[in-house]
């Protein structure tokens, strides 16, 4: 008896399986709607770029993030945390630009940036080892009237070439609308 049982367990499961197959061909999976929300890595785009102190850089060096923010998102200023992976690259405090307060239906009263932010990591040294490094940033951010992210990780590589130096430039004050 046990033998018929185990035969036809075996003959279901596959007859299971091939409906369950057929039934997503003919039911596929909707299609995102545009009124639904993107990830965090799709709304908040980061990108790194190392900055040498040269002239057009106005004398700073060290790692420049740039955010390209979707339309209808916005991340919090206050909400961004960064660390250089592994940590034998030291940064000071995050310069971040203006940025616009808002009172906010989530947090209160809040800093954020819309459309693009650029954030400012100096180094706090004056010689920098060559290698490959990993730019860790934590984030929060919202779509506009919908829903808050969780804080998210975003993980960007960076690399210091060999020959690579900080220009050591008596220190100035920030470029107006930067903060530490």
Known sequence: ???????????????????????C????????????????????RPTVRLISGTADTSGRH??????????????????????VLPATLLIAPAEFPRGLEVEDPFLGKS???????????PFTVSSVRPGQYRVRITAQGCAENRLCYAPFVQ??????????????????????GLQR
């Open 1 to 23: 008896m046990q033998g018929y049982f185990g035969r036809f367990s075996g003959t279901m499961r596959r007859f299971l399986g091939l409906a369950a197959a057929l039934a």
């Open 25 to 44: 061909l003919a039911f596929p999976a909707r299609a995102a709607s545009p009124d639904d929300p993107l990830e965090a890595d799709q709304a908040f």
């Open 62 to 83: 060290g790692i420049d993030i740039e955010y390209r923010i979707a339309a209808g998102y916005y991340l919090y200023r206050d909400r961004m945390h960064f660390e």
């Open 111 to 121: 800093v954020i940036f819309r459309q693009s932010a650029t954030i400012h990591l």
């Open 155 to 176: 993980e960007l590589p960076l690399n210091i070439p060999p020959g690579y130096r900080v220009t050591d430039s008596p220190v100035r004050p920030l470029p107006p």
